[in-house]
């Protein structure tokens, strides 16, 4: 049928992206070993573009689109201040409450501090808490290789959103299993995040952030929905995907030269405080993900006012001489430095 072979021929475009993939083959320097990769060239044939997501985030991104315009030429400025703050306010939801508490575990954090996570984090739509913390674990355990949900290998487009519009390669499933979760099934809010999923973001990512301008300062439905609801939705995911696609390309190797993420601090501006991501990578429980504290990194400023406040404990860090050590040992400026870190 015409539909079948549209889908056909937009499938054959898209495979011109998993081609990268293959070359995993001969990468001696990756540092997982290729034991999940497989020897065909198998991602080709399995590829499965999912076209409802396809359509669902083009709309999306022509809307947003359309969100800018209206942000520069009708929305009150009442309304501009509030996207952004909730663009800062669910990205600190990612940041703080899927990625550092839950998928990391690098803090620990009391009962009120986790229903206030869950509540900012539902705002950014990004899957419930278990699918999110479940991938990302599968992606730093098998960072860069099939079974990691946004393999950067298979590109920018694929790493950025592109794995957001295909069924996943079944090694991600496979490896995906065998992750230990049960820290987060035992977390009664991730549970209850989990189970009323749907209503939970339909109310906290759509319907209040549309409601709050229109009924505290009389904005209208329009200005309302395309600017503080679909563009500011449309810039976190993509301040978001930023960490897993420029972060993975552009930037430094100070820690590990043998992993693909980089040191990239426009990102982490974006991100409120996670584009430090070859730190991150190479110390994984940092509740910091830099070493560099609060600088350019809100999300840790929140962390430490929380703790501050008595809800959050235990962070985690990694020492100034594991880092030194580390640096000297994997960094890209090892040859370079040795007598800061001997002397001093
Ligand atoms: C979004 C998430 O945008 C963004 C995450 C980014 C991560 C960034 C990380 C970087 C560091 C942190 C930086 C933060 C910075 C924040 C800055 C903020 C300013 N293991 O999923 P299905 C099972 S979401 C084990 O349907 P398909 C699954 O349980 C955007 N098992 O796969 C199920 O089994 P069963 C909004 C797994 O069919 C079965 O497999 N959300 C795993 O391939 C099928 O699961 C969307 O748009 C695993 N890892 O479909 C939704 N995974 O049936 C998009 C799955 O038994 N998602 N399973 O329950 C989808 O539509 C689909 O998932 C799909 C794949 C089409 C992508
Ligand atoms: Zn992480």
Redo the contacts with the bound molecule.
């Keep these: 049928s015409n539909l079948e072979s549209t889908e056909k021929s937009a499938a054959s475009i898209l495979q011109t992206i998993p081609d990268e993939c293959d070359k995993v083959e001969d990468d001696k320097d990756s540092p997982v070993s290729n034991e999940t990769q497989s020897p065909q060239p198998e991602s080709k044939d399995i590829m499965q573009v ?1 076209w409802r ?1 396809v359509i669902l985030f083009a709309y999306l991104h022509l809307a947003s689109i359309y969100g800018v315009y209206l942000m520069f030429t009708s929305a009150m400025w009442q309304t501009n201040v509030f996207t952004i703050i909730m ?1 800062l306010v669910s ?1 600190m939801g ?2 703080a409450g899927a ?1 550092r508490l839950w998928s990391h575990r690098s803090y620990k954090a009391r009962l009120p501090l986790r229903i206030f996570l869950a509540f900012i984090f539902t705002i950014a ?3 419930d808490i278990f699918e ?1 913390a ?3 674990r ?2 730093h355990k098998y960072s860069e290789t099939d079974a990691d ?2 393999n950067a290998k298979r590109g920018f487009f694929f790493a950025h959103i592109g ?2 519009l ?3 390669h079944p090694e ?2 496979k490896k ?2 065998k ?1 230990d979760l049960s820290d987060l099934m035992a977390d009664p809010v991730v549970r209850f995040h989990r189970k009323y999923y749907i209503p939970l973001v339909i109310t906290c990512c759509f319907v209040l952030p549309t409601l709050v301008p229109m009924y505290l300062w009389n904005e209208t439905f329009v200005n309302s929905l395309f600017v503080a609801t679909l563009f500011r939705f449309c810039f ?2 993509n ?3 930023l ?2 696609s420029a972060a993975h390309m552009w930037g430094t190797k100070p820690y590990d030269t043998n992993i693909n993420p980089r040191e990239n601090t426009l990102v982490a501006l ?3 405080g ?1 584009g430090f991501h070859n730190y991150h990578h190479t110390f994984p429980y940092d509740y910091a993900t830099s070493e560099y504290g609060i600088k350019y990194n809100l999300t840790t400023l929140f962390i430490d006012t929380m703790a501050w406040l008595g809800l959050a404990y235990d962070r985690k860090t990694a020492t100034r001489s594991m880092i030194a050590a580390r640096k000297l040992r994997t960094g890209e400026n090892k040859a370079e430095k040795p007598t800061a870190f001997v002397n001093g």
Excluded: M, S
């Design positions: 999912v997501n663009y990205g990612v940041t990625h739509f990004e899957n999110w479940r991938d990302h599968v992606h949900p946004h794995w957001l295909c069924r996943k991600v499933i995906g299993k992750i976190t995911l301040q978001t995907w960490v897993n974006g991100a409120v996670e």
